[in-house]
């Protein structure tokens, strides 16, 4: 799933999204893609998990977790855009 989300997942690497001084990413979606975008995530987050109970490396597992946040907030934000519509 990772893969297919061009998402650095792989070796417990965590999923930043650009380095500190970048600015942040823009993205324009329509709602179909939007809500696309949303399930993809959440059915990514459910393997997440999955594999964050499944970790003995306490720094991957941290790692992990990291990513859980980061996929969680984009997720709220693109819940808050949907209602803003």
Do not use: W
């Amino acid at each position: 799933m990772a893969d297919r989300l061009g998402l650095k997942y792989c070796s417990g690497r965590s999923l930043r999204s650009s380095e500190k001084g970048d600015p942040p990413m823009e993205l324009t979606l329509k709602a179909n893609e939007a809500e696309l975008l949303q399930a993809i995530l959440r059915e990514y987050l459910s393997d997440l998990r999955m594999e964050i109970c499944g970790t003995d490396s306490y720094s991957m597992r941290e790692d992990l977790k990291g990513n859980e946040r980061i996929i969680k907030e984009i997720i709220d934000q693109l819940e808050k855009r949907a209602l803003a519509v």
